[in-house]
């Protein structure tokens, strides 16, 4: 453990060393148990709302997001951004800054100290003050409408749980022996590895194994699926790999890794690509694969909480466990294993555990963005999910070669997609591929969350110029196909009178 | 056989006749004759591709109409191939030829037994199995070798086990290895993959079961590119194989009945999304334009032989940083990946979609570039990026020789242009329009 300034302020926010759990109420509107994303947005939403909440947390408040998650890796992205770019200034004009070095303690650094910064507002004293009663220690159902933390029992009316989940170890032989990183972990490096190895081509072994390649890693980037983001469309993906591989990491799709060995001091990874065998040197491995929901040691069979270690805690659509008391919230139960799912099902489960709401998870309109560089967006039903669904679907292609902000910010690689209904301009979803594609998908969110269609959207004026605008240009896309020959007929006439 | 004459002194029909013929000229060069087998490229010790094979099957007809070969010999030809096939291990060892029908992608040209650890080739059967009952439909005197031809077309057919080859899934698998089974890959996507659904349905013996096809097309990407409706697949070829077998005009599936269209019109306007990107030249090469226009698989310059920068894979372009090349890759557009090489092939396949863009886009790729023809045949892929300048004159980067999937679809769909002779002969094949029928296509001449 690194011990400096930054991670003494961010340990006084998120587990103060000289708490005093307080003393618990007869009985709580809302007892949180987890002080992740979820359990921090319903714990300020219900307390907002006059409701008395009591939040559990086992170790630091804010979770995976701020300590090892989100807050960590978009940092050290945007470091390896930076660095790049300065080697890429030739492009724009600027001269090669000469004898460019990395200070990878300096990027950790500031990694620590705006994780230090962001934790002030996910901090103990600041929930407190909200109103919300803080217990720090490992929380245990001991009835349907009781939990036991650190001694005391809390009775309930309603109870959340948000464990959140855990990084998941791919059953691979020797790796549990070798030294090896999880996104747990890999913030508390001291050195940049010499070679690195990413198992797993999902968001988080994609961003972080670019991340560090660009700071300086030789990382080579192993996927057992023919390509990345296996919930991306292809063409996504595809330009993904080409990014990667432009970027100089070794790119290993459609391989598998079967075995681990340290020997002479030495890590050693065995890998199989179809009857393809090869072995590869490294100095770290980091496991991007997968995560699994916390569900162990809290007793949920006391409540009768109805759990599996792969799904996690299973819930209805309202997001209500097999005990109509306890809700859940978050990683625990939900496919979509983002910090912005949590807090929104968080804040969910508050209107319908405490004030008679009937919201439901599957009418959500989820985005969500692997911050790679270029970064991928998606909202919505994608195209496949549309054909399951029977409903007739044309994609709405800009490519950003065709966007004059993206062209001269250097930064053309991309698409804009957007799928809409046939025969309506009804947004169906759609998927962003670009430098700042996370920023770019809040527009079409917006949208289908109004029921807002093309014909509106290619009125909208945007800002010139900007990125966003090739969903203007989408859309006006969409309205050049309405211009049917009849149609032209007509306003010819019209102008000929 | 040298370069063409200079273009422009030919007529169109002239011109096609000549590039057709010089195309088919590769089928004779690279045959083996005890075995039947074609090499995959005129390089040195290249293996057979099993594809190829499919391909000089179907243009042995044509020849025979164009007067470039005799009945005799092409059935001769034919009847080598066959019965190589026929007697074939199908025991699914490693040095086998094949297994369940299946073959492996690559052979020995002689011996006919599997090279560089190749998978079975579910798609590349398919396209020789489309070669072998072309040969069948065309063969039909009562002589003994062309009996034979049918009687071993219809041998060969049977016994492939498209069932098998969907591991139990909704979709046909890529292919299979003896060392690992299955490979990952599935289809995914518009592809070339339409004639192996049509092939894999029509079989009296061992059809795919389920809703396999519709399985497939719900993976299609219909999208507006640059003001043109189109069932998306980036590269050229894509919007070929196909055709090459089958007539698909007006014939409509469900997912092109839903989009009013049908796949040979589709396959027009990949045409005309190939040239608008050309003319927009989102990448900056060099030579793209209206009149040259065409990405599609086919060889690039890395690690090429016969490049002059063998071992280059990196260029950096102004405002653009690095730029990378690429070897034998599937190029596509609107998303690339794009090197700079363009297929003159591909665009000359594309002939029967748009004839009156792709004769002037061949005439102008041979002017500009006249290199990119050796021994009468456009080359597989050339690069004006790429190029270098040779006593004062910028040459692009060529493509060494030949591959025979570019010469054997240039044939075919230049003789769909201008007789339909390959269309008609499968239109007459028996497991066709059961094929096409069990897919839910209609209309058309079905």
């Known amino acids: 453990m690194i011990e400096d300034a930054s991670e003494r302020e961010r340990a006084a926010n998120v587990r103060p060393p000289a708490w005093t759990n307080p003393e618990p109420a007869e009985r709580y509107h809302l007892v949180i148990v987890g ?76 990694m620590r100290r705006l994780r230090a910064r962001i934790s002030r507002d996910a901090g103990a004293a600041r929930l407190a003050a909200a109103g919300v009663d803080v217990f720090f220690g490992d929380a245990s159902f001991v009835a349907g409408d009781a939990i036991a933390v650190a001694g005391a029992t809390l009775g309930f009316r309603k109870a959340m749980i948000a464990t959140g989940s855990r990084p998941h170890l791919p059953p691979i032989p020797g790796l549990v022996d070798a030294t090896f990183l999880t996104n747990e972990t890999v913030f508390e490096l001291t ?101 699994r929901p916390n569900v162990e040691g809290l007793n949920l069979g006391a409540a009768e ?75 919505g039903a994608s195209v496949r999910e549309a054909h399951d669904r029977d409903i007739p679907v044309t994609t709405y292609v800009i490519p950003l070669h065709e966007v004059t902000r993206a062209i001269v910010d250097g930064h053309d690689l991309g698409f804009v997609k957007i799928h809409v209904r046939d025969g309506t301009d009804r947004i169906l979803g759609a998927t962003i591929v670009a430098r700042h594609a996370g920023e770019m998908i809040g527009e079409i969110t917006a949208a289908i969350m109004a029921g807002v269609g093309l014909r509106t959207l290619a009125h909208v004026i945007h800002a010139s110029p900007v990125q966003t605008g090739a969903i203007q240009l989408a859309a006006q896309a969409f309205c050049r196909t309405q211009l049917t020959p009849t149609l032209k007929q007509r306003l010819r006439r019209w102008l000929a009178r | 056989m040298p370069g063409l004459p200079m273009t422009d002194d ?37 293996p057979a591709s099993i594809a190829v094979v499919g391909f000089a099957l179907s243009t042995y007809p044509v020849a025979v109409e164009r007067g470039w070969m005799t009945r005799t010999e092409a059935a001769a030809r034919t009847l080598a191939a066959l019965r190589f096939f026929a007697r074939s291990d199908q025991s699914g060892g490693a040095q086998a030829t094949g297994y369940k ?42 002589t003994p070798d062309e009996r034979t031809v049918r009687e071993l077309a219809d041998l060969l057919y049977r016994r492939v086990d498209w069932r098998w080859a969907q591991d139990g899934g909704d979709t046909i698998r890529q292919g299979w290895k003896p060392e690992c089974g299955f490979l990952h890959y599935g289809w995914e996507g518009y592809s070339e993959a339409i004639l192996l659904y049509v092939l894999a349905l029509g079989s009296p013996t061992h059809p795919i079961v389920g ?62 999304v190939q040239r608008e990107y050309a003319r927009r030249n989102p990448y900056e090469f060099v030579g793209y334009d209206t009149s040259c226009w065409g990405l599609s698989a086919g060889e690039g310059p890395a690690n090429a032989p016969g490049s002059a920068r063998v ?79 040779v006593d004062n004159q910028r040459r692009a980067w060529v493509s060494p020789g030949h591959f025979g999937l570019d010469q054997g679809v240039v044939v075919m769909m230049i003789e769909n242009h201008r007789s339909e002779l390959s269309w008609r002969l499968m239109r007459d094949c028996p497991y066709v329009a059961p094929g096409l029928r069990g897919a839910g296509f209609t209309g058309g001449w079905l």
């Open chain 1, 35 to 110: 002080g992740g994303p979820a359990g921090l947005a319903a714990a300020h939403a219900a307390a907002a709302r006059g409701a008395k909440v009591a939040l559990i947390e086992r170790a630091r408040l804010g979770g995976t997001d701020l300590n090892v998650g989100t807050v960590p890796s978009k940092a050290i992205i945007q470091s390896s951004r930076v660095f790049a770019e300065m080697r890429d200034a030739v492009r724009y004009g600027v001269p090669d800054p000469a004898e460019v070095e990395l200070d990878f303690a300096g990027i950790m650094a500031r």
């Open chain 1, 191 to 291: 050195a940049l590895p010499e070679r690195l190895l990413v198992i797993g081509g999902g968001p988080l072994g994609c961003e972080l194994a670019q991340a560090f390649h660009r700071l300086g890693a030789r990382t080579t980037i192993v996927q057992d699926l023919p390509l990345f983001l296996p919930k991306e469309e292809r063409d996504a993906a595809q330009i993904l790999s080409n990014a990667l591989a432009r970027d100089g990491l070794e790119v290993r799709l459609n391989t598998t890794v079967t075995r681990v060995r340290v020997e002479r001091g030495e890590t050693l990874v065995d890998l199989i690509s179809d009857d393809y065998h090869s072995t590869i040197t490294v100095d770290a491995i980091l496991n991007g694969v997968g995560r």
């Open chain 1, 305 to 379: 909480v109805d759990h599996d270690p792969v799904a996690g805690i299973h819930v209805d659509d309202l997001l209500r466990t097999t005990n109509r008391r306890i809700y859940a919230a978050g990683d625990v139960c939900v496919e979509h294993k983002f910090t912005h799912v949590a807090e929104a099902t968080g804040r969910m489960v508050v209107r319908n555990a405490l004030f008679l709401g009937r919201e439901r998870l599957s009418e959500l309109v989820v985005p969500w963005c692997t911050f790679t560089d270029p970064e991928i967006a998606h909202v």
């Open chain 2, 10 to 46: 030919l007529p169109d029909d002239a011109l096609l006749d000549e590039l057709q013929r010089a195309a088919f000229g590769y089928f004779v060069d690279a045959v083996d004759p005890a075995t039947g087998l074609v090499a995959d490229t005129s390089r040195d010790h290249a």
């Open chain 2, 101 to 142: 029908g299946f073959y492996y992608h690559f052979l020995d040209r002689g011996t006919g037994t599997r090279v560089w650890s190749s998978e079975l080739s579910m798609i590349d059967t398919a396209l020789l199995i489309a070669g072998v009952l072309t040969a069948s439909c065309y063969f039909q005197a009562s």
């Open chain 2, 211 to 272: 809703d396999c096809y519709h399985a497939w097309t719900s993976t299609y990407q219909w999208e507006n590119q640059y003001d043109h409706a189109v069932l998306y697949a980036g590269p050229l070829f894509v919007h070929q194989f196909s055709h090459a077998w089958l007539d698909l005009r007006g014939l409509q599936d469900r997912f092109m009945r839903d989009k009013r269209s049908d796949y040979f019109e589709n396959s027009r306007q990949a045409v005309f």
């Open chain 2, 311 to 389: 071992g280059e894979h990196w260029q950096t372009a102004p405002d653009r940083g690095p730029r990378r090349w690429f070897g034998y890759a599937a190029r596509g557009v609107p998303y690339g990946p794009d090197d700079g090489t363009l297929s003159p092939s591909a665009v000359l396949a594309s002939l029967p979609f748009a004839p009156e863009l792709v004769v002037p886009t061949v005439r102008t790729m041979m002017t500009r570039y006249p290199e990119i023809v050796t021994a009468g045949r456009l080359t597989s892929g050339f690069n004006p990026t790429h190029g270098e300048t």
